[in-house]
Nanobody
Framework: QVHLVESGGGLVQAGGSLRLSCEAS????????MAWHRRAPGKSREVVAQ???????NYADSVKGRFTISRDSARNTAYLQMSSLKPEDTAVYYC??????????????WGQGTQVTVSS
């Protein structure tokens, strides 16, 4: 079992910044891709940013140039630095990780989510 715990959400004014963290714990062999997703009120969940094990990056068009995903493999932690925040960035942000367990079983683990609210 792998647990992901997000932190760093909160209330911020438009134009401000926040940094989200996602720490993985549990018994696993490796963490492969990690990603941040969000679900805004009344909308479907969307992928915000992804980072592979070799640090290849992908971003949703809506956050390119404003958000930066990174990871600290030694700490099993991913980060999402969010700048120039807009009210439309308001959502619950979730972290996911594709992990390999002992015995080579792989699956996607999800965090519980952290609320980000951007006021205008």
């Amino acid at each position: 079992q792998v647990h992901l715990v997000e932190s760093g959400g909160g209330l911020v004014q438009a134009g401000g910044s926040l940094r989200l963290s996602c720490e993985a714990s549990g018994r696993f062999v490796s963490i492969n891709n990690m990603a941040w997703h969000r679900r805004a009120p009344g909308k479907s969940r969307e992928v915000v940013a992804q980072i592979t094990r070799d640090n290849s990056l992908n971003y949703a068009d809506s956050v390119k140039g404003r958000f930066t995903i990174s990871r600290d493999s030694a700490r099993n932690t991913a980060y999402l630095q969010m700048s120039s925040l807009k009210p439309e960035d308001t959502a619950v942000y979730y972290c996911s990780a594709h992990v390999t367990l002992p015995g080579s079983y792989q699956y996607d683990s999800w965090g519980q989510g952290t609320q980000v609210t951007v006021s205008s």
